[in-house]
């Protein structure tokens, strides 16, 4: 039974690898397709 559960939790470990690393590089496209805050915005936040 032990062998068996070692070799399913290798398969998932690497599956929910590759899913953490497909959200990361999408939440870094994401956040590089932010527009950059302005003097502007910053001035306005602050009041």
Not at 1 to 22: C, D, Q
Not at 35 to 40: D, H, K, L, M, Q
């Amino acid at each position: 039974m032990a062998i068996p559960s070692l070799l399913l939790h290798a398969v998932i470990s690497r599956k929910v690898k590759g899913v953490l690393g497909s959200m990361e590089q999408i939440t870094v496209g994401f956040i590089n397709g932010l527009p950059s805050p302005t003097a502007e915005t910053l001035t306005l936040e602050r009041s």
